[in-house]
């Protein structure tokens, strides 16, 4: 376990999850995850991604470039929330990455074939509510969701029926923002007798005639990552100081505060000879004699 | 507004319903308790002001009439503050808001009525003239009139409360309730203020600071009392012409009588709220300015601290005498 300074968090311990690197996704903006293979595969053709190997229990694809990883999550709320946990621990996708729950759901009150953006998610086993702030799309219905533990038939509501939604925003929002956290629905049953008649084959088709529909809140999310990234992305403290030199906690959180402003008001950071400090102190040191040139020039650009 | 959250006790509300009806297209979704939208861990205020707040209509239960801090007042022996809206639909970059909620959706809060007591009750426990309310505590008490409808209720019933002062509090320029009253002796109207180099840089999506100052101009020409509030001083190159020429602005257009007071408070923010706030804007430079730390509280430097006071002080004194000069102190 070692310690990492970065810009959300601060502090903190890695912890075992984070010890092995090799398969570090820093580069994501987009997590799907899915129950069903046949979910998934649609996904896995748009992005040309493949499995990734050693990944544990779940299967994980990404593209080549690591921009978007998916993960096939199992059926139901337990399983979903494990998945998107491990997924995102461990691979260590950074906070900036949109999660988005792509699946299939019940409901009487849309069409059959109709995407539906969800709003509001309901765990409907612990009456748990999350609002959710979803792009809005010309075309796109936004709606409510319910989370079941098991398939249900309360078609008479205005909701959309499903088993994962509440499980993934539940895990996904304790690594991102849940303005980052989005679940997109295709209505594929507005019946019992629909949800019984639903085989592999006709849920594949059904994504295969309807996957266009789903095209733009991709690119949304994409783009909603990328402003993310753009608005908070700055170098953490030079990781050659943390290793070579001997800061004591409270240091550490000063060089944290220092490092924040320094390399704000001193574009050049990255010319800064990282090597030329022989102590904890003079690093410390130098920082605040040079923030101190700051005043009344703080709002120049 | 494109989202409205409504909570089920206030769905029948005519407040609610008149504000649903304004909004025919919005997306209303019911929520049993407004703070299960608004007080929820994992909200990013910053993401939620660029996608643009929703509205949160809701129903204020408990205390309603709360103790304004110590340091927080304008001459009256009794300070005290009433939320009827929590947060802005500005982005103030200084704005202790962003650090204290988890939201940066507005919650309205539609029972005036339960307010209008509380704060009756207020006055009847308080000698006649000691008590002053300020409404902008928590948000800027004109910059959703036009929705809330605030103005049109709360100033009849201070014209009836004539022994208790509001101060609203703002950087609107919605004053068109205002002109269409009568002005009210125990009524301020307060705004804050900087010079305009400043709060184009800090100030986003707030009206201008000449539209502000063309605001305050037809306010005391319709005889309302005004406010100025240099709350927070930010220091800026050529700090005391900037203010000297904000001030010659004012003095040409607010006549001494109509100028109920003038506050000056520094920048300062709580140590943790501001690394709170480093995080939310992690390159922001006015939040990563080197302000010194001491006894909880972030901000400028002391002797720079006192000589912004100091300046802005004299300024204001030249003006209009000392007698209507407070420092706001609080941190």
Same mark, same amino acid.
């Given at each position: 376990?070692?310690?990492?300074?970065?810009?959300?968090?601060?502090?903190?311990?890695?912890?075992?999850?984070?010890?092995?690197?090799?398969?570090?996704?820093?580069?994501?903006?987009?997590?799907?995850?899915? +129950?069903?293979?046949?979910?998934?595969?649609?996904?896995?053709?748009?992005?040309?991604?493949?499995?990734?190997?050693?990944?544990?229990?779940?299967?994980?694809?990404?593209?080549?470039?690591?921009?978007?990883?998916?993960?096939? $999550?199992?059926?139901?709320?337990?399983?979903?929330?494990?998945?998107?946990?491990? $997924?995102?621990?461990?691979?260590?996708?950074?906070?900036?990455? $949109?999660?988005?729950?792509?699946?299939?759901?019940?409901?009487?009150?849309?069409?059959?074939?109709?995407?539906?953006?969800?709003?509001?998610?309901?765990?409907?086993?612990?009456?748990?509510?999350?609002?959710?702030?979803?792009?809005?799309?010309?075309?796109?219905?936004?709606?409510?969701?319910?989370?079941?533990?098991?398939?249900?038939?309360?078609?008479?509501?205005?909701?959309?029926?499903?088993?994962?939604?509440?499980?993934?925003?539940?895990?996904?929002?304790?690594?991102? +923002?849940?303005?980052?956290?989005?679940?997109?629905?295709?209505?594929?049953?507005?019946?019992?007798?629909?949800?019984?008649?639903?085989?592999?084959?006709? /849920?594949?088709?059904?994504?295969?005639?309807?996957?266009?529909?789903?095209?733009?809140?991709?690119?949304?999310?994409?783009?909603?990552?990328?402003?993310?990234?753009?608005?908070?992305?700055?170098?953490?403290?030079?990781?050659?100081?943390?290793?070579?030199?001997?800061?004591?906690?409270?240091?550490?959180?000063?060089?944290?505060?220092?490092?924040?402003?320094?390399?704000?008001?001193?574009?050049?950071?990255?010319?800064?000879?990282?090597?030329?400090?022989?102590?904890?102190?003079? /690093?410390?040191?130098?920082?605040?004699?040079?923030?101190?040139?700051?005043?009344?020039?703080?709002?120049?650009? | 507004?494109?989202?409205?959250?409504?909570?089920?006790?206030?769905?029948?509300?005519?407040?609610?319903?008149?504000?649903?009806?304004?909004?025919?297209?919005?997306?209303?979704?019911?929520?049993?308790?407004?703070?299960?939208?608004?007080?929820?861990?994992?909200?990013?205020?910053?993401?939620?002001?660029?996608?643009?707040?929703?509205?949160?209509?809701?129903?204020?239960?408990?205390?309603?009439?709360?103790?304004?801090?110590?340091?927080?007042?304008?001459?009256?022996?009794?300070?005290?503050?009433?939320?009827?809206?929590?947060?802005?639909?500005?982005?103030?970059?200084?704005?202790?808001?962003?650090?204290?909620?988890?939201?940066?959706?507005?919650?309205?809060?539609?029972?005036?009525?339960?307010?209008?007591?509380?704060?009756?009750?207020? !006055?009847?426990?308080?000698?006649?003239?000691?008590?002053?309310?300020?409404?902008?505590?928590?948000?800027?008490?004109?910059?959703?009139?036009?929705?809330?409808?605030?103005?049109?209720?709360?100033?009849?019933?201070?014209?009836?409360?004539?022994?208790?002062?509001?101060?609203?509090?703002?950087?609107?320029?919605?004053?068109?309730?205002?002109?269409?009253?009568?002005?009210?002796?125990?009524?301020?109207?307060?705004?804050?203020?900087?010079?305009?180099? !400043?709060?184009?840089?800090?100030?986003?999506?707030?009206?201008?600071?000449?539209?502000?100052?063309?605001?305050?101009?037809?306010?005391?020409?319709?005889?309302?009392?005004?406010?100025?509030?240099?709350?927070?001083?930010?220091? !800026?190159?050529?700090?005391?012409?900037?203010?000297?020429?904000?001030?010659?602005?004012?003095?040409?257009?607010?006549?001494?009588?109509?100028?109920?007071?003038?506050?000056?408070?520094?920048?300062?923010?709580?140590?943790?709220?501001?690394?709170?706030?480093?995080?939310?804007?992690?390159?922001?430079?006015?939040?990563?300015?080197?302000?010194?730390?001491?006894?909880?509280?972030?901000?400028?430097?002391?002797?720079?601290?006192?000589?912004?006071?100091?300046?802005?002080?004299?300024?204001?004194?030249?003006? !209009?005498?000392?007698?209507?000069?407070?420092?706001?102190?609080?941190?």
């Amino acid at each position: 376990v070692s310690l990492v300074i970065d810009e959300t968090n601060g502090i903190r311990s890695t912890g075992a999850m984070k010890k092995d690197l090799s398969q570090t996704a820093d580069t994501c903006a987009l997590l799907v995850a899915a +129950a069903l293979p046949v979910e998934l595969r649609p996904l896995i053709d748009c992005f040309s991604a493949t499995r990734l190997e050693g990944t544990g229990p779940w299967p994980v694809y990404s593209n080549p470039d690591k921009r978007v990883m998916l993960v096939e $999550t199992g059926v139901g709320m337990l399983a979903a929330a494990a998945a998107v946990s491990h $997924t995102l621990a461990r691979f260590n996708l950074p906070n900036t990455c $949109t999660v988005l729950n792509v699946g299939i759901a019940g409901s009487g009150a849309y069409e059959r074939g109709q995407w539906v953006l969800a709003q509001e998610v309901v765990d409907t086993t612990t009456s748990s509510h999350y609002y959710l702030r979803p792009p809005r799309i010309a075309g796109l219905e936004r709606g409510c969701v319910r989370s079941y533990g098991q398939p249900s038939d309360d078609y008479g509501l205005s909701a959309l029926l499903d088993m994962e939604a509440a499980g993934v925003v539940s895990a996904a929002k304790r690594f991102v +923002a849940l303005e980052q956290v989005w679940v997109a629905k295709l209505v594929s049953d507005k019946s019992l007798a629909q949800q019984h008649a639903l085989d592999k084959q006709a /849920v594949r088709q059904l994504l295969q005639d309807q996957f266009a529909g789903l095209m733009p809140v991709l690119g949304e999310a994409l783009q909603y990552s990328d402003r993310q990234r753009a608005a908070t992305d700055l170098p953490p403290v030079p990781p050659q100081w943390l290793e070579r030199l001997h800061f004591s906690v409270s240091h550490k959180r000063r060089l944290a505060r220092l490092w924040r402003s320094y390399r704000v008001y001193f574009p050049d950071y990255q010319q800064l000879d990282l090597n030329r400090f022989g102590s904890a102190r003079e /690093v410390i040191q130098f920082l605040e004699t040079q923030l101190k040139t700051v005043s009344s020039h703080w709002e120049a650009v | 507004v494109r989202l409205i959250y409504v909570e089920e006790a206030v769905r029948e509300h005519p407040r609610t319903q008149a504000i649903l009806a304004k909004y025919p297209t919005a997306d209303v979704i019911s929520c049993a308790n407004y703070q299960a939208v608004f007080n929820r861990k994992g909200q990013n205020f910053r993401q939620q002001k660029e996608l643009g707040p929703a509205l949160i209509l809701a129903e204020k239960r408990g205390r309603r009439v709360m103790a304004a801090p110590p340091g927080f007042g304008i001459g009256h022996q009794h300070n005290f503050y009433f939320s009827h809206l929590l947060n802005c639909p500005y982005d103030c970059r200084y704005c202790f808001l962003q650090g204290m909620y988890q939201s940066a959706n507005l919650v309205l809060f539609v029972n005036f009525d339960d307010f209008m007591q509380d704060i009756r009750d207020t !006055v009847a426990q308080h000698p006649a003239g000691s008590c002053i309310f300020f409404s902008g505590y928590d948000g800027d008490s004109l910059a959703l009139d036009g929705l809330s409808g605030f103005l049109s209720a709360f100033l009849p019933f201070f014209r009836e409360l004539s022994e208790a002062t509001l101060e609203l509090r703002s950087k609107s320029t919605q004053i068109r309730s205002l002109l269409a009253h009568e002005p009210l002796p125990n009524v301020v109207a307060a705004f804050s203020l900087m010079p305009d180099v !400043v709060a184009r840089k800090v100030e986003h999506k707030a009206p201008s600071i000449a539209k502000r100052l063309a605001a305050i101009k037809k306010l005391v020409t319709a005889g309302w009392q005004v406010g100025i509030r240099f709350d927070p001083l930010i220091q !800026v190159q050529e700090f005391d012409a900037e203010y000297a020429s904000l001030v010659r602005q004012l003095q040409a257009i607010i006549p001494v009588q109509q100028l109920h007071s003038v506050s000056v408070g520094a920048l300062r923010f709580p140590v943790k709220m501001l690394d709170k706030l480093q995080r939310l804007y992690p390159k922001d430079r006015l939040l990563l300015y080197p302000f010194e730390q001491k006894k909880g509280v972030s901000s400028y430097p002391e002797s720079l601290e006192q000589a912004m006071k100091a300046e802005v002080t004299q300024l204001v004194t030249q003006w !209009v005498g000392a007698d209507k000069l407070f420092s706001c102190e609080v941190a």
